[in-house]
């Protein structure tokens, strides 16, 4: 059983996830406790001998893209995914380690195609467990995101 609540971290419904081992200082994930594992947008999928593969980590779509190549990730699982799309979809899963609020810790990653999606990256609740609390009515709770918070969206409407 997890400590009780006040030795969690709050975190907001998006924040920054760094991936130390890959070389990524910062993605931005939206946190999602509804998916069970976390996911990352990936590009392309090679895989190699002896069960290893190598994939294309879409870092930022905007405003210009970034990709990172990752090789010799290890398969773990696959996984039998039901998205919003409702067709049934297999995706490979690997293990590494990420830093949120400060919290380094090893997860399990979907790879998947999120083109389209603000977010490079979901984290799933187990991802999460024992060690955050969301707070669904902020975002980038642990870090600044880079540049500075508008008080409007681009539709003029309040965030």
Known sequence: MAGNDNDKITIGWREQVAFPDWGIRRVRAKIDTG??????????????????????????ERPSRRTIWIDAERVVRESTVKPSSGDLQQRPVVKTRIILGGVER???????????????????????????????????????????????NRKGGSE
């Not at 998916?35 to 294309?56: K, N, P, W, Y």
């Not at 990256?121 to 709770?141: H, N």
């Open 35 to 60: 998916a069970r594992t976390s996911a990352i947008h990936v590009a392309q999928i090679e895989e190699l001998d002896s069960g290893h593969i190598r994939f294309e980590v879409v870092v930022r």
């Open 106 to 152: 090893e997860i399990e990653l979907s790879l998947v195609c999120r083109q389209g999606m603000l977010c490079r990256m979901l984290i799933g609740r187990t991802a999460l467990e024992g060690a955050f609390l969301v707070d669904s009515s902020r975002k980038y709770v642990t870090g600044k995101k880079g540049r500075k918070k508008s008080k409007t």
